[in-house]
């Protein structure tokens, strides 16, 4: 079992960049894929960005390609989000995610966190 905190969440302006961490207690945290989603007011949860458990793979949704970047540091038991270039359409509460798979698909995580805001003003 893994529990994950999320931090780095914020109010900051179009352009502006932002580096969220999500720190994980637990054993074998090398052994989880993670991921990150988010979720808007109204709209469902939806994927961002994955990481393989080593690190060697990583995939993203189109929205965000080019402007974030997922890594972690398995000897700090640490995933980040490195968002650059936000626009307004990317505020939305933001949540990490393991499991054993390496999935785009929210339903298929075991473990969450408790979610950072994330607003972008224009």
């Known amino acids: 079992q893994v529990q994950l905190v999320e931090s780095g969440g914020g109010l900051v302006q179009a352009g502006d960049s932002l580096r969220l961490s999500c720190a994980a207690s637990?054993?074998?945290?090398?052994?989880?894929?993670m991921g990150w989603f988010r979720q808007a007011p109204g709209k469902e949860r939806e994927f961002v960005a994955v990481?393989?458990?080593?690190?060697?793979?990583?995939d993203y949704t189109d929205s965000v390609k080019g402007r974030f970047t997922i890594s972690r540091d398995n000897g700090k038991n640490t995933v980040y989000l490195q968002m650059n270039s936000l626009k307004p359409d990317d505020t939305a509460v933001y949540y990490c995610?393991?499991?054993?798979?390496?999935?785009?698909?929210?339903?298929?995580?075991?473990?969450w966190g408790q979610g950072t805001q994330v607003t972008v003003s224009s």
């Open positions: 995610a393991a499991d054993k798979d390496y999935s785009r698909t929210y339903t298929r995580y075991a473990y």
């Open positions: 990481i393989s458990r080593r690190g060697g793979s990583t």
């Open positions: 637990g054993r074998n945290f090398s052994t989880y894929a």
